[in-house]
Structures are given as structure tokens and as C-alpha cells.
């Protein structure tokens, strides 16, 4: 689904729906800061009916459903709702916990459900970093073993992978395994200081360009890259493919070399995602409890699907109305990439109390005159 075929304005590119807070892990970084059991008020399965009736409402192109949690297996419900998304002709994806439910049989169940593509979480190239971020023992073989068996039983995976202090230089590593695993998309996400995330140290600015820097050539070893909450890697995309050269820094020059070292010269034309979305803008997130928000990141409730149609919240509410017209403040609303880009609004909440601001993991300094703009650590 090309995102220049979409608007924006009138329909999202993606909802997620958090069909759960019940998870058997307790990762360091959850958005979620999820529990054992499910929450009170999780919407019932006659509300997820309705939900996913108000979402077929958009029209086609129909929006992505991506059911996650928590842990959406944990759902005992989960296949009757994805029976009723992929019915109405829904494209529809999971986004599962790597726990013993994950079974053989489950996969096999999800395939014959009609889900297409499923995301799992991978936070190191060491079963150290990652099950020092899962706080599972043995949970990075399951991982890489669940991958390997997605991937073969024909899905689309997607292999999330959070940026921290503690796996910085474990990327290119990362990058290798997900594509000897067979993974089809990396999908990166640039830490946000919410739900547990609050206590895992983040990157400066200056790592966050040299990683979009890596990106951008990891993308050219056959599988898409994205990223989540670092919208500035599509100005980074834009430059490197008009030529612009890489950084010369310590840290890119480290992942790129390691990068080269694992997988080799690049293999085509660069596969990273330069969507114009952001927060609000082809992205909406609803909650357990059926509250909406710009994003899973940014937690600033815009109304419930229990009582406001999904798609008159998306449409209407002034916040994303603002958002999507990039009327932003600080660096982000003079930048001339703020369409392109307009960082990551959840980042600005995070930092400043305003939706609006500018996003301070970007170094990115417009300046008064643009074409000279330059970046600052």
C-alpha cells in the first residue's frame, strides 16, 4: 500500500489496536508497562467487532490492523476478531510476545487465519543484551528460533528492535542475524522516555543521525528498514540518495564497517520506508480500554471508540488536524523537511508537555538561512 496514494486527512496508513495489557514478559523499555493479567475495561469481544467494523469504515484502501498488546495471543478471543477483520478484507497483522504460547500449532493457526505478516521483538545480536532488556533466560534462542519458524511458514515478519545504550553497537550484528533468519523488515525503534522506558538509557542526537546513517546502507541488503519515532530518518533517506555522503564519525563508522564485514557489499537499491507519516498523521492507537491516541508512544487521549467512531476521531480532533498540517514549534516548525519528517511528536510530549514541539533527538538545525542548515550534537 503506497503512502503517496493515501490521505493522510481522511484515513490512516495503520491503527494498531492494543487488544490486551496481559503479557508474560516485563521488558525494561515497555511503552506499555504491562501486567500479568488483563486490565479492567479491555474492550469486549462485541466492542473489538465494532472496532474493526469502524475501521473497515475508513474505506479502501483499508488501513492496516495491527493487533497487539501485551500480548495479543493472550486474547482468548484473538482468531474470532481476526476472522472478522480478514472477512470485511481487513489486512491484518500481529504483533505476538515470544512465550511458550507461541507454539508450533499457534503458528500454524495464525497462517491459516489469513494474517499476513506478524512482528517480533529482537533487542540484541547477544542472548546477554536481549535477555538483559526481556528478563527471560533462554528467550533469545526462542526468538531467533520464532523468526526462523514464521518466516518459513510463509508470513511476513517484521523484527522490531529498540535502540539503546546497551545494543548501540550490536546493530550491525542485529541486521545480519534478522536476515540469515529470514526476516523481511526491520522495523527500529528510537527510544521514547514512556511507560518502563523512563529508566533505559538512551542515545545522544549526534548517535541517533549515525545510526539513520547505518540504516540507510543496512536497507540495501534486501530487507525494508523503518523506523518508530525517528521520522528524521526519511531526511537522512532523501539526502543519502541525492548523494549527500555518510558521516565520517566514530560510531557510523564502526556499524557500517561491522556491517560490511557480516554481510558484505550492498546487494540493490535501498529498501528504507520515507512515507510521510508520523504520529496522528496515518498512524493511530487504540487503547485496551478502546481510549484512541496519536500513537502508542505519545499518551494524550483524543476520545473512545465506545462511544466516538474511530474515524471521526481521526479526522476531526484539532491536535491531529494540527499535526498532520505540521504546525509545529521550535526547530521542527521552521525546518523544510517538517512535512517530510516533523519528528517525533511523542519525543516532544515526552520532553516538553507540547504535542507540538520540536523533537530534541533530532541534531538537525535549520537555521535562518536552510540552505546552509547544519547539524549540532
Not at 469504515?57 to 482468531?79: E, K, S
Not at 549526534?206 to 546502507?217: G, K, M, V
Not at 521550535?330 to 504535542?355: H, I, V
Amino acid at each position: 500500500m503506497g503512502g503517496s496514494r493515501l490521505d493522510y486527512g481522511r484515513r490512516p496508513m495503520l491503527v494498531f489496536w492494543e487488544t490486551t495489557r496481559a503479557c508474560q514478559l516485563a521488558c525494561r523499555h515497555c511503552r506499555a508497562s504491562a501486567t500479568e493479567q488483563a486490565l479492567p475495561g479491555e474492550l469486549t469481544t462485541a466492542q473489538g467487532h465494532e472496532l474493526i467494523d469502524q475501521v473497515a469504515g475508513f474505506g479502501r484502501p483499508y488501513p492496516i490492523l495491527v493487533l497487539t498488546g501485551g500480548d495479543c495471543l493472550l486474547r482468548p478471543d484473538l482468531f474470532e476478531l481476526v476472522e472478522h477483520a480478514t472477512g470485511l478484507g481487513l489486512p491484518t497483522a500481529l504483533a505476538p510476545s515470544v512465550t511458550p504460547s507461541l507454539t508450533p500449532e499457534m503458528i500454524d493457526r495464525i497462517v491459516a487465519s489469513g494474517v499476513k505478516a506478524v512482528s517480533i521483538s529482537l533487542d540484541g545480536a547477544l542472548a546477554a543484551t536481549h535477555e538483559g532488556v526481556r528478563g527471560i533466560e533462554g528467550h533469545f534462542d526462542a526468538t531467533v528460533h520464532a523468526i526462523r519458524t514464521l518466516a518459513a511458514a510463509g508470513l511476513t515478519v517484521q523484527v522490531n528492535t529498540t535502540v539503546m545504550r546497551a545494543n548501540v553497537d550490536e546493530l550491525a550484528d542485529v541486521a545480519a542475524l534478522i536476515s540469515s533468519a529470514g526476516a523481511h523488515i526491520w522495523e527500529v525503534f528510537f527510544l521514547v522516555q514512556v511507560g518502563r522506558g523512563v529508566a533505559t538509557e538512551a542515545v545522544t542526537p549526534a548517535e541517533h543521525e549515525d545510526i539513520c546513517h547505518f540504516l540507510f546502507d543496512a536497507s540495501q541488503h534486501g530487507f525494508i528498514v523503518r523506523t518508530v519515532e525517528a521520522p528524521f530518518f526519511r531526511r537522512v533517506v532523501k539526502c543519502r540518495l541525492a548523494g549527500d555522503p555518510a558521516p565520517t564519525t566514530p560510531l557510523y563508522e564502526r556499524l557500517s564497517g561491522r556491517l560490511a564485514t557480516l554481510m558484505g557489499p550492498s546487494i540493490g537499491r535501498a529498501r528504507a520506508h520515507t512515507a510521510a507519516t508520523r504520529d496522528g498523521k496515518g498512524i493511530v492507537f487504540v487503547a485496551y480500554d478502546g481510549e484512541v491516541y496519536p500513537a502508542g508512544f505519545l499518551p494524550e487521549p483524543l476520545g473512545n471508540v465506545k462511544t466516538t467512531p474511530i474515524a471521526e476521531i481521526y479526522q476531526d480532533n484539532p491536535l491531529l488536524r494540527q499535526i498532520r498540517a505540521a504546525e509545529f514549534t521550535g526547530r521542527c516548525g521552521r525546518c523544510e523537511y517538517a512535512d517530510l519528517c516533523g519528528g517525533s511528536r511523542a519525543r516532544a510530549f515526552a520532553a516538553s508537555g507540547d504535542p507540538l514541539g520540536e523533537d530534541p533527538a533530532c541534531p538537525y538545525q535549520p537555521g535562518p538561512q536552510q540552505p546552509e542548515a547544519v547539524l549540532v550534537s
